[in-house]
């Protein structure tokens, strides 16, 4: 009686093993990738949570926050084309109203002369070079984002922070979800709506001068700081 071999021959190992490789190829990358959207979900709603309960601790100590809000400049830049030490508006406000309320790791200067500030979770954010209105949250490597072309989105993600109303009163509707607030998801000029946002962030089209996915924050706000499940954009930190 012939007897027949249990074992596998070394083409079916090699066939298996690809199976296994292409598998692995397939759902490996999903994976990473939905590691990645949790973490910046969970920085996201972490960073707005943190930044304003520092704002409310200010408002103890200082009033109201539209009493000491200013929209103020980064550092000065000299002849060589470098940050002017202990010129930065915005860092001398930031230190005062907001740094005193919060966990920070370090805070530094970078080349334009905006100011940068690193949290415990790795996380980073800043105002804009020029404005204290304007800021930028990173979920992880800030100088990498910022090497990569600053993504708005995907590595970097918009904020404002206007508690005051403009002067000019044909101005107030572009900027309603934001006066009398703290910190909050890019919303000028903000229709309210859902599809808006949508329409705005996966298209990336101008808003006024503004490029559209400076609104991608208010999405994954408004999603519950939850990435949509059609979010066109790779997310990293």
Known sequence: MKKYSSAFTLAEVLITLGIIGIIASLTLPALIQKNNNRIVETRLMKF???INQAVRLAEVDYGDKKYWYSDLKGAEIDKDGNPVPGSSEAEKWFNKYLAPYMKIIKTEILSNGSLIIYLPDGSAFGPRTNTTRDWDFYPGNAQKCIDSGNKRGTCVFSFNFVPIKPEDENEIWKWVYHVNRGFEPWKFRWDGTREQLEDLCYTNKMEGSV??????TALI????WKIPDDYPYKVSY
């Open 48 to 50: 707005y949570s943190t």
């Open 211 to 216: 490029s559209g996915r400076n609104y991608c």
């Open 221 to 224: 706000q408004l999603n519950n």
